[in-house]
């Protein structure tokens, strides 16, 4: 199974500031043959289900505030909020959909500092 | 515009069974591949198991296979999830998503329902 790590487990940003969360994969989920990375991430508010923000690695799902976006290749990943604001707080996961078991990182919980 | 609604959910002792359901609407269910995926109380996310649009291909997480089943009635719109030998560890939140491309092969989930909350408890 594909193990993905995020850090940091949560996350404390001023209203306006920068916002980053790394996702580590325990192995590749970059598909040569296609040049597609398998990674998304999702955003999830206290008592809903997730949100889907970004797909393959880089790609913002339609809606989705151009403050988010995603970059990264292979196994190293990263979500960046560019200026938080106060409706961002949530948990972020990000999950490989290269094999099954699909896997999610374990959350990273975003707040207000 | 798009829906899915679980249910089924409920409190169930360890060992016994539970059905879960998902209707979908708003969408042309038959050409999406359908994923159950559940949350446990204050926990992560973990993928459960995967239909695709025809129900001929199905997947599970090891943890469990052997015990959960998927299918799909594709004239009634919605998928379900048979839930069998139920553990203590089976207790979670369960949604039903959507894969984001009809006939697709990637495991974007672009809607979730709200979920149906299985609770394992003697």
């Known amino acids: 199974d594909i193990v993905m790590t995020q850090s940091p487990d949560s996350l404390a940003v001023s209203l306006g500031e920068r916002a980053t969360i790394n996702c580590k994969s325990s192995?590749?989920?970059?598909?040569?043959?296609?040049?597609?990375?398998?990674l998304a991430w999702y955003q999830q508010k206290p008592g809903q289900p997730p949100k889907l923000l970004i797909f393959g690695s880089s790609i913002r799902e339609s809606g989705v505030p151009d403050r988010f976006s995603g970059s990264g290749s292979g196994t190293d990943f990263t979500l960046t909020i560019s200026s938080l604001q106060a409706e961002d707080v949530a948990v972020y996961y990000c999950?490989?959909?290269?094999?099954?078991?699909?896997?999610f990182g374990q959350g990273t919980k975003l707040e207000i500092k | 515009q798009v829906q899915l609604v679980e249910s089924g959910g409920g409190v169930v002792q360890p060992g016994r069974s539970l059905r879960l359901s998902c209707a979908a609407s708003?969408?042309?269910?038959?050409?999406?591949?359908m994923h159950w995926v559940r949350q446990a109380p204050g926990k992560g996310l973990e993928w459960v198991a995967v239909?695709?649009?025809?129900?001929?291909?199905?997947f599970f997480a090891d943890s469990v296979k052997g015990r959960f089943t998927i299918s799909r009635d594709n004239s009634k719109n919605t998928m379900y999830l048979q839930m069998n030998s139920l553990k203590l560890d089976d207790t979670a939140v369960y949604y039903c998503?959507?894969?984001?491309?009809?006939?697709?092969?990637?495991?974007?989930?672009?809607?979730w329902g709200q979920g149906t909350l299985v609770t394992v408890s003697s």
């Open positions: 708003g969408f042309s269910f038959r050409t999406y591949t």
């Open positions: 998503a959507r894969e984001s491309i009809p006939y697709g092969s990637d495991a974007v989930f672009d809607y």
């Open positions: 999950q490989q959909y290269y094999s099954t078991p699909y896997t």
């Open positions: 239909i695709s649009s025809d129900g001929s291909s199905k």
């Open positions: 192995q590749s989920v970059f598909f040569t043959s296609n040049n597609k990375n398998y």
